[in-house]
């Protein structure tokens, strides 16, 4: 009977050497294709069973079928496939964030409080973020002077961030979780107050610049925020019909706002620029920079 024995010893070390390698592959093979379906597929569930030291050939087909029927799942969406997560850094999620945030309002406010917040979580991974860390920041922030509302609206921000994570795939849905778990702080109920007309006239009369009494004319008769007036173009004046369209609110929605006399006044008295949409613009046609610090100059004014 034909025998690697009866070979001679230069062909039977070889010979042997094939025989183990194949018995070595057809015990694994199965082993093999378990742990490709567990990494690709998410199913930790043994695909062929052992019988001894043997896996026996009927298991290795079934597992073959079942890899086969759990591919099709997938593919059908009938089952989840495995949710790979990147290893993001909180300063590449804000990073993204902001190009996303770009086309929308309040864009330069978002960026502001986006450069706070990877000064303070730059470097730590997104699947590192608990609800201790984060309550944490809230304390530091409270402990620093910053009043509720403030550390609410940071938080506020951080929380899409991480929403806006999660529908990219960046984060795994424990993590966001855990995000959502912290709570805001309770703010202390606003109080609403009416400037009484004295007042007016005195804020009025701080007014140096003509174009900052004309603004904070708008703003006194109207109720319109700063953003809102500086952003405003001559597209949206409807002197006829009396009324202004604000196209970039703070909540993003479009309204129309009503004029009385004194803010027809303003606007009728406002020379419209042609080489410039914009109501209210500096000397080179762009929107009117100078008035956050000249708004503050002429509050700090009125109440010293």
Not at 29 to 47: K, N
Not at 106 to 124: D, E, H, N
Not at 157 to 164: A, G, N, R, T
Request: aromatic letters at 8%.
């Amino acid at each position: 009977m034909f025998s690697i024995a009866s070979q001679s010893p230069r062909l039977a070390a070889p010979a042997l050497l094939v025989s183990l390698a194949i018995r070595v592959v057809v015990r694994i093979s199965p082993i093999i294709l378990d742990v490709a379906a567990f990494i690709g597929y998410g199913t930790p569930t043994l695909l062929a069973r052992s019988s001894g030291n043997r896996y026996e050939s009927g298991d290795y087909k079934a597992a073959l079928k079942e890899l086969a029927n759990h591919r099709k799942d997938v593919s059908d969406g009938k089952r989840a496939a495995t949710q790979k997560v990147r290893n993001v850094s909180f300063a590449e999620l804000a990073e993204e964030y902001m190009k996303w945030a770009k086309p929308q309002g309040a864009y330069t406010s978002k960026v502001y409080m986006a450069r706070q917040l990877v000064g303070r979580f730059g470097t730590i991974p997104l699947r590192r973020f608990s609800v201790h860390l984060l309550e944490g920041y809230q304390q530091e922030l409270l402990a620093s002077g910053k009043a509720a509302a403030t550390v609410n609206r940071k938080m506020a921000m951080l929380k899409h961030l991480f929403h806006k994570c999660s529908d990219w795939g960046w984060v795994d849905d424990d993590t966001l979780r855990t995000v959502r778990k912290v709570k805001m702080l309770k703010e202390p109920a606003g109080r609403l107050r009416y400037l009484a007309p004295e007042e007016v006239q005195r804020l009025l009369k701080e007014c140096n610049n003509p174009l900052l009494r004309a603004i904070v004319t708008i703003a006194v008769n109207s109720g319109m925020r700063r953003g809102e007036i500086l952003n405003l173009t001559w597209d949206n004046v409807d002197l006829r019909n009396g009324y202004l369209l604000v196209t970039q609110s703070k909540n993003g929605d479009r309204r129309e706002v009503p004029i009385n006399a004194a803010v027809r006044e303003v606007l009728a008295g406002t020379v419209r620029r042609l080489d410039s949409p914009h109501v209210f613009c500096d000397e080179k046609g762009k929107v009117f920079k100078g008035g956050r610090n000249a708004f503050e100059r002429v509050h700090n004014s009125l109440h010293s």
